[in-house]
Protein backbone atom coordinates (compact mmCIF):
# COMPACT_ATOMS: atom_id res chain seq x y z
CA UNK A 1 0.00 0.00 0.00
CA UNK A 2 1.62 3.42 -1.14
CA UNK A 3 -0.44 6.53 0.23
CA UNK A 4 -0.22 9.65 -1.68
CA UNK A 5 -1.12 12.55 0.69
CA UNK A 6 -1.32 16.32 -1.50
CA UNK A 7 -1.49 19.81 -0.03
CA UNK A 8 -1.11 23.18 -0.97
CA UNK A 9 1.79 24.06 0.62
CA UNK A 10 3.81 22.15 -1.40
CA UNK A 11 4.74 19.26 0.29
CA UNK A 12 3.77 15.80 -0.61
CA UNK A 13 3.92 13.17 2.03
CA UNK A 14 4.39 9.41 1.02
CA UNK A 15 3.95 6.41 3.46
CA UNK A 16 7.86 5.80 3.67
CA UNK A 17 10.28 3.85 6.55
CA UNK A 18 12.75 6.76 7.71
CA UNK A 19 12.54 9.96 10.10
CA UNK A 20 10.12 12.40 9.62
CA UNK A 21 10.03 15.97 8.96
CA UNK A 22 10.17 17.39 12.72
CA UNK A 23 8.16 20.24 11.36
CA UNK A 24 4.72 18.07 10.77
CA UNK A 25 5.85 15.80 13.60
CA UNK A 26 1.99 15.60 14.91
CA UNK A 27 -0.38 12.95 14.87
CA UNK A 28 -2.95 13.70 11.97
CA UNK A 29 -6.93 14.07 12.17
CA UNK A 30 -8.74 12.25 9.71
CA UNK A 31 -11.27 14.10 7.31
CA UNK A 32 -13.80 12.64 5.05
CA UNK A 33 -13.08 9.35 3.73
CA UNK A 34 -14.98 8.87 0.02
CA UNK A 35 -14.65 5.03 -1.11
CA UNK A 36 -12.27 4.61 -4.12
CA UNK A 37 -12.92 1.79 -6.85
CA UNK A 38 -11.63 0.72 -10.13
CA UNK A 39 -10.63 -2.16 -12.21
CA UNK A 40 -8.02 -3.34 -14.63
CA UNK A 41 -7.38 -0.92 -17.35
CA UNK A 42 -10.40 0.98 -16.42
CA UNK A 43 -8.54 3.14 -12.97
CA UNK A 44 -9.64 4.23 -10.29
CA UNK A 45 -12.76 6.37 -9.58
CA UNK A 46 -15.14 7.96 -6.87
CA UNK A 47 -19.03 8.77 -7.05
CA UNK A 48 -19.66 12.43 -7.07
CA UNK A 49 -22.79 14.26 -7.16
CA UNK A 50 -23.61 17.35 -9.25
CA UNK A 51 -26.71 19.44 -10.02
CA UNK A 52 -29.76 20.53 -8.19
CA UNK A 53 -31.13 17.75 -7.57
CA UNK A 54 -28.44 15.89 -7.42
CA UNK A 55 -27.04 13.35 -9.76
CA UNK A 56 -24.63 10.93 -9.22
CA UNK A 57 -21.83 9.88 -11.28
CA UNK A 58 -18.42 8.03 -10.85
CA UNK A 59 -15.36 9.91 -12.17
CA UNK A 60 -11.78 9.30 -12.67
CA UNK A 61 -9.73 10.29 -10.01
CA UNK A 62 -6.30 12.18 -11.29
CA UNK A 63 -3.68 13.76 -9.69
CA UNK A 64 -2.19 14.71 -13.49
CA UNK A 65 -4.76 16.81 -14.63
CA UNK A 66 -6.92 19.59 -13.22
CA UNK A 67 -9.99 19.81 -14.83
CA UNK A 68 -13.42 18.60 -13.77
CA UNK A 69 -15.37 17.12 -16.69
CA UNK A 70 -18.65 15.13 -17.22
CA UNK A 71 -20.60 13.68 -20.07
CA UNK A 72 -23.24 15.95 -21.19
CA UNK A 73 -24.46 13.55 -24.16
CA UNK A 74 -24.62 10.10 -25.22
CA UNK A 75 -21.22 8.71 -25.90
CA UNK A 76 -19.06 5.30 -27.01
CA UNK A 77 -19.45 3.14 -24.39
CA UNK A 78 -20.90 5.30 -21.53
CA UNK A 79 -24.36 4.22 -20.06
CA UNK A 80 -25.25 7.49 -18.56
CA UNK A 81 -24.49 11.23 -18.91
CA UNK A 82 -25.46 14.62 -16.82
CA UNK A 83 -28.74 16.19 -18.18
CA UNK A 84 -28.92 19.77 -17.68
CA UNK A 85 -32.29 20.44 -18.24
CA UNK A 86 -32.62 18.38 -15.09
CA UNK A 87 -30.63 20.84 -12.35
CA UNK A 88 -32.54 23.97 -11.56
CA UNK A 89 -28.79 25.70 -10.85
CA UNK A 90 -26.82 24.69 -14.10
CA UNK A 91 -25.37 27.45 -15.93
CA UNK A 92 -24.26 26.63 -18.99
CA UNK A 93 -21.39 28.32 -21.23
CA UNK A 94 -21.78 26.90 -24.88
CA UNK A 95 -19.68 29.32 -26.10
CA UNK A 96 -16.82 28.92 -23.86
CA UNK A 97 -15.30 25.99 -25.90
CA UNK A 98 -12.52 23.56 -24.30
CA UNK A 99 -10.56 20.36 -26.30
CA UNK A 100 -8.65 18.47 -24.04
CA UNK A 101 -5.62 16.03 -25.26
CA UNK A 102 -4.40 13.71 -22.66
CA UNK A 103 -1.63 11.26 -23.08
CA UNK A 104 -3.89 8.68 -24.40
CA UNK A 105 -7.43 10.17 -25.60
CA UNK A 106 -9.17 13.22 -25.93
CA UNK A 107 -12.57 14.98 -25.28
CA UNK A 108 -14.09 18.34 -26.29
CA UNK A 109 -17.08 20.15 -25.10
CA UNK A 110 -17.65 23.63 -23.25
CA UNK A 111 -17.66 24.59 -19.68
CA UNK A 112 -20.57 25.25 -16.69
CA UNK A 113 -20.72 25.43 -13.68
CA UNK A 114 -22.70 23.54 -11.01
CA UNK A 115 -23.27 22.52 -7.69
CA UNK A 116 -21.19 19.79 -6.82
CA UNK A 117 -20.33 17.44 -3.47
CA UNK A 118 -18.08 14.48 -2.74
CA UNK A 119 -20.80 12.62 -0.66
CA UNK A 120 -24.42 13.01 -0.11
CA UNK A 121 -23.40 14.80 3.43
CA UNK A 122 -20.61 16.64 1.84
CA UNK A 123 -20.54 20.39 1.91
CA UNK A 124 -21.20 21.51 -1.46
CA UNK A 125 -21.03 24.63 -3.73
CA UNK A 126 -20.95 25.79 -7.68
CA UNK A 127 -18.13 24.71 -9.42
CA UNK A 128 -16.55 25.11 -12.87
CA UNK A 129 -17.23 21.73 -14.78
CA UNK A 130 -16.59 21.04 -18.60
CA UNK A 131 -19.42 18.85 -20.57
CA UNK A 132 -18.36 15.96 -22.90
CA UNK A 133 -20.29 16.80 -25.89
CA UNK A 134 -17.64 14.60 -28.03
CA UNK A 135 -14.62 11.75 -27.54
CA UNK A 136 -11.95 9.47 -28.69
CA UNK A 137 -10.82 6.90 -27.17
CA UNK A 138 -11.12 8.38 -23.48
CA UNK A 139 -14.06 6.46 -22.43
CA UNK A 140 -13.10 3.29 -22.19
CA UNK A 141 -15.56 0.73 -23.81
CA UNK A 142 -17.96 -0.70 -21.49
CA UNK A 143 -16.75 2.02 -18.96
CA UNK A 144 -17.62 2.13 -15.24
CA UNK A 145 -16.87 5.88 -15.29
CA UNK A 146 -18.75 9.22 -16.79
CA UNK A 147 -16.02 11.66 -16.34
CA UNK A 148 -12.31 12.88 -14.66
CA UNK A 149 -11.94 14.83 -11.54
CA UNK A 150 -8.60 16.82 -11.91
CA UNK A 151 -6.70 16.72 -8.71
CA UNK A 152 -3.81 18.82 -9.89
CA UNK A 153 -2.98 22.20 -9.77
CA UNK A 154 -4.84 25.00 -11.35
CA UNK A 155 -1.87 25.75 -13.73
CA UNK A 156 -2.45 22.02 -15.56
CA UNK A 157 -6.27 23.18 -16.26
CA UNK A 158 -7.29 23.44 -20.09
CA UNK A 159 -6.79 24.82 -22.31
CA UNK A 160 -5.64 27.54 -20.53
CA UNK A 161 -5.71 28.17 -16.53
CA UNK A 162 -7.79 31.54 -16.68
CA UNK A 163 -10.30 29.29 -18.08
CA UNK A 164 -11.64 27.36 -15.22
CA UNK A 165 -10.98 27.09 -11.49
CA UNK A 166 -9.82 23.35 -10.00
CA UNK A 167 -12.68 21.80 -8.14
CA UNK A 168 -10.16 22.02 -4.72
CA UNK A 169 -9.65 25.62 -5.36
CA UNK A 170 -12.88 26.83 -5.59
CA UNK A 171 -14.65 24.76 -2.29
CA UNK A 172 -11.64 25.50 -0.17
CA UNK A 173 -11.90 29.16 -1.22
CA UNK A 174 -14.87 29.14 0.56
CA UNK A 175 -14.86 27.07 3.28
CA UNK A 176 -16.29 23.71 2.16
CA UNK A 177 -13.17 21.73 2.21
CA UNK A 178 -9.02 22.17 3.23
CA UNK A 179 -6.75 21.58 0.40
CA UNK A 180 -5.05 18.86 2.10
CA UNK A 181 -6.28 15.29 0.79
CA UNK A 182 -4.52 11.93 0.72
CA UNK A 183 -5.49 9.17 -2.27
CA UNK A 184 -4.82 5.13 -0.79
CA UNK A 185 -4.59 2.89 -4.09
CA UNK A 186 -5.26 -0.40 -2.41
CA UNK A 187 -5.58 -2.64 -5.55
CA UNK A 188 -7.41 -5.96 -4.66
CA UNK A 189 -9.17 -7.65 -1.83
CA UNK A 190 -8.29 -10.79 -2.88
CA UNK A 191 -6.56 -13.45 -6.34
CA UNK A 192 -10.74 -14.08 -6.49
CA UNK A 193 -11.68 -10.67 -8.04
CA UNK A 194 -11.21 -7.87 -10.15
CA UNK A 195 -12.19 -4.91 -8.08
CA UNK A 196 -9.64 -2.30 -6.93
CA UNK A 197 -10.35 -0.68 -3.32
CA UNK A 198 -9.11 2.38 -1.84
CA UNK A 199 -10.14 5.99 -0.02
CA UNK A 200 -9.68 9.41 -0.96
CA UNK A 201 -9.25 11.42 2.63
CA UNK A 202 -10.68 15.09 2.57
CA UNK A 203 -9.93 17.62 5.04
CA UNK A 204 -7.22 15.80 6.88
CA UNK A 205 -4.56 17.56 8.86
CA UNK A 206 -1.24 17.19 8.21
CA UNK A 207 1.03 14.73 10.72
CA UNK A 208 3.66 12.10 10.42
CA UNK A 209 2.99 9.95 14.16
CA UNK A 210 1.33 7.45 11.52
CA UNK A 211 4.12 6.99 9.04
CA UNK A 212 4.16 10.11 6.54
CA UNK A 213 6.60 11.47 5.11
CA UNK A 214 7.07 14.66 3.08
CA UNK A 215 8.78 15.70 0.15
CA UNK A 216 8.90 19.04 -1.41
CA UNK A 217 7.06 19.09 -4.89
CA UNK A 218 9.48 20.45 -7.09
CA UNK A 219 7.50 22.42 -9.55
CA UNK A 220 3.32 23.45 -8.53
CA UNK A 221 2.29 22.08 -12.16
CA UNK A 222 1.72 18.18 -12.06
CA UNK A 223 2.65 16.92 -8.08
CA UNK A 224 7.06 16.77 -9.27
CA UNK A 225 8.91 15.28 -7.15
CA UNK A 226 12.91 14.21 -6.95
CA UNK A 227 13.78 10.89 -7.31
CA UNK A 228 17.36 10.03 -5.62
CA UNK A 229 17.48 6.32 -6.17
CA UNK A 230 15.80 2.99 -7.80
CA UNK A 231 17.07 -0.52 -6.64
CA UNK A 232 16.40 -3.76 -8.21
CA UNK A 233 16.54 -6.47 -5.31
CA UNK A 234 18.57 -3.91 -3.22
CA UNK A 235 20.86 -3.23 -6.22
CA UNK A 236 21.02 0.09 -7.20
CA UNK A 237 20.63 1.05 -11.10
CA UNK A 238 23.22 3.81 -10.26
CA UNK A 239 27.15 2.12 -11.58
CA UNK A 240 29.34 4.46 -12.75
CA UNK A 241 30.43 1.35 -15.51
CA UNK A 242 27.01 2.21 -16.41
CA UNK A 243 24.94 4.54 -18.26
CA UNK A 244 23.16 5.78 -14.89
CA UNK A 245 26.43 7.36 -13.37
CA UNK A 246 24.26 9.47 -10.97
CA UNK A 247 21.02 10.04 -9.55
CA UNK A 248 20.33 12.81 -11.83
CA UNK A 249 19.56 10.50 -14.52
CA UNK A 250 16.75 9.75 -12.63
CA UNK A 251 15.23 13.26 -12.65
CA UNK A 252 15.44 13.92 -16.47
CA UNK A 253 13.00 14.22 -16.34
CA UNK A 254 11.28 14.84 -12.96
CA UNK A 255 8.93 11.65 -11.53
CA UNK A 256 4.99 12.88 -11.10
CA UNK A 257 2.71 11.40 -8.61
CA UNK A 258 0.03 10.76 -11.25
CA UNK A 259 -2.86 8.38 -9.92
CA UNK A 260 -4.47 8.01 -13.94
CA UNK A 261 -1.41 6.44 -15.16
CA UNK A 262 -1.47 2.81 -14.87
CA UNK A 263 2.59 2.11 -15.80
CA UNK A 264 5.91 3.17 -13.80
CA UNK A 265 7.60 5.38 -16.76
CA UNK A 266 11.12 5.65 -16.35
CA UNK A 267 13.56 7.95 -18.34
CA UNK A 268 15.02 5.95 -21.16
CA UNK A 269 18.43 5.17 -19.70
CA UNK A 270 17.06 4.18 -16.43
CA UNK A 271 14.37 2.31 -17.54
CA UNK A 272 16.75 0.31 -19.89
CA UNK A 273 18.71 -0.37 -16.96
CA UNK A 274 16.50 -1.33 -15.05
CA UNK A 275 15.30 -4.22 -17.42
CA UNK A 276 18.95 -5.27 -17.48
CA UNK A 277 18.47 -5.74 -13.67
CA UNK A 278 15.14 -7.52 -14.43
CA UNK A 279 15.92 -9.95 -17.14
CA UNK A 280 18.33 -12.90 -14.90
CA UNK A 281 15.12 -12.66 -12.69
CA UNK A 282 12.32 -13.38 -15.07
CA UNK A 283 14.08 -16.98 -16.15
CA UNK A 284 13.01 -18.11 -13.25
CA UNK A 285 9.71 -18.37 -15.31
CA UNK A 286 11.32 -20.79 -17.66
CA UNK A 287 11.98 -23.16 -14.95
CA UNK A 288 8.34 -23.94 -14.06
CA UNK A 289 6.96 -27.44 -13.60
CA UNK A 290 3.91 -29.06 -14.83
CA UNK A 291 2.35 -28.89 -11.20
CA UNK A 292 3.27 -24.98 -11.28
CA UNK A 293 1.27 -24.19 -14.36
CA UNK A 294 -0.77 -25.71 -17.07
CA UNK A 295 1.18 -23.88 -20.19
CA UNK A 296 5.32 -24.26 -20.11
CA UNK A 297 6.57 -20.57 -20.81
CA UNK A 298 9.27 -19.90 -23.04
CA UNK A 299 12.18 -17.29 -22.62
CA UNK A 300 10.94 -15.89 -25.93
CA UNK A 301 7.73 -15.04 -24.42
CA UNK A 302 9.39 -14.17 -21.24
CA UNK A 303 11.75 -11.33 -23.51
CA UNK A 304 8.37 -10.29 -25.06
CA UNK A 305 6.22 -9.51 -21.77
CA UNK A 306 9.47 -7.41 -20.13
CA UNK A 307 9.58 -5.67 -23.56
CA UNK A 308 5.54 -5.54 -23.05
CA UNK A 309 5.39 -6.37 -26.58
CA UNK A 310 2.97 -8.85 -25.86
CA UNK A 311 0.53 -10.18 -22.73
CA UNK A 312 1.61 -13.56 -21.15
CA UNK A 313 -1.59 -15.74 -20.77
CA UNK A 314 -1.20 -19.04 -18.94
CA UNK A 315 -3.37 -21.08 -17.12
CA UNK A 316 -3.07 -21.00 -13.72
CA UNK A 317 -0.86 -17.94 -13.67
CA UNK A 318 -1.60 -15.93 -10.57
CA UNK A 319 -0.41 -18.63 -8.63
CA UNK A 320 2.94 -18.17 -9.89
CA UNK A 321 4.11 -14.93 -11.80
CA UNK A 322 4.84 -12.71 -8.90
CA UNK A 323 7.25 -15.11 -7.09
CA UNK A 324 9.94 -14.68 -10.54
CA UNK A 325 10.17 -10.89 -9.98
CA UNK A 326 11.63 -9.10 -7.61
CA UNK A 327 10.80 -6.16 -5.51
CA UNK A 328 12.06 -2.85 -6.19
CA UNK A 329 12.72 0.15 -4.47
CA UNK A 330 12.21 3.53 -5.10
CA UNK A 331 14.34 6.30 -3.39
CA UNK A 332 12.58 9.71 -2.88
CA UNK A 333 13.85 13.08 -1.36
CA UNK A 334 13.11 13.74 1.77
CA UNK A 335 14.81 16.94 1.51
CA UNK A 336 19.18 17.83 0.54
CA UNK A 337 20.73 14.71 2.70
CA UNK A 338 17.93 12.85 3.31
CA UNK A 339 15.64 10.50 1.55
CA UNK A 340 13.22 8.26 1.99
CA UNK A 341 12.08 4.44 0.47
CA UNK A 342 8.82 3.48 -1.17
CA UNK A 343 8.90 -0.38 -1.51
CA UNK A 344 7.47 -1.73 -5.05
CA UNK A 345 6.63 -5.73 -4.94
CA UNK A 346 5.93 -7.40 -8.38
CA UNK A 347 2.05 -7.16 -7.55
CA UNK A 348 2.56 -3.21 -8.57
CA UNK A 349 4.01 -3.27 -11.44
CA UNK A 350 3.07 -7.08 -12.67
CA UNK A 351 -0.47 -6.04 -13.86
CA UNK A 352 -3.52 -7.88 -14.99
CA UNK A 353 -5.34 -6.97 -18.56
CA UNK A 354 -8.74 -7.12 -19.64
CA UNK A 355 -7.68 -10.26 -21.59
CA UNK A 356 -9.04 -12.60 -18.23
CA UNK A 357 -11.79 -11.23 -17.21
CA UNK A 358 -15.72 -12.76 -17.91
CA UNK A 359 -18.52 -10.32 -18.13
CA UNK A 360 -19.29 -10.82 -14.09
CA UNK A 361 -15.86 -9.18 -13.01
CA UNK A 362 -14.02 -12.69 -11.94
CA UNK A 363 -10.89 -13.69 -12.90
CA UNK A 364 -11.33 -16.44 -15.87
CA UNK A 365 -11.30 -19.83 -14.62
CA UNK A 366 -9.19 -20.88 -17.39
CA UNK A 367 -7.06 -18.37 -17.89
CA UNK A 368 -4.87 -15.47 -16.47
CA UNK A 369 -3.47 -12.69 -18.70
CA UNK A 370 -1.19 -10.01 -17.39
CA UNK A 371 1.29 -7.01 -18.50
CA UNK A 372 4.57 -5.80 -17.25
CA UNK A 373 3.53 -2.55 -16.00
CA UNK A 374 6.88 -0.53 -16.90
CA UNK A 375 7.83 1.84 -19.71
CA UNK A 376 10.15 3.85 -20.76
CA UNK A 377 10.07 7.45 -22.59
CA UNK A 378 12.50 10.06 -23.95
CA UNK A 379 10.39 13.20 -22.72
CA UNK A 380 8.00 14.50 -21.02
CA UNK A 381 4.62 15.25 -22.57
CA UNK A 382 1.81 17.88 -20.72
CA UNK A 383 -0.55 15.24 -21.32
Not at 130 to 149: D, E, K, M, R, Y
Not at 175 to 182: K, P, R, W
Amino acid sequence: LTTVHIESAAKLPLRGNLQADTSYKRVRKRGTDVLVTGRPEQGYFIDIFLGSPAQKFSVVVDTGSSNFAIAGSSDVGIVKYFNSKLSTTFKGKPDKSIKVQYFNGTWQGYFATDIFKFCKTCASDSVDVALITSSSNFFVSPTLWQGILGLGYKNLIQPKPDEADTVLDTLSSKGAVTQIFSIELCGRENQDTTQLNGVLELDATAGTEDGYQYTDIVKQWYYQIELTDLAVDGKSAVDIKSAVKDCYEFNKPHAIIDSGTTNIMLPTVVYWSVLASIEPFSYNATNITPDDSKDTVTQEEIKSFILRNDTLCKEDLQSVIFSWFPEIVISIAYNKTHQFAVNVPPQQYIRQTMDSINKQGKMSDKTKCYMFGMTGRVKQVRY
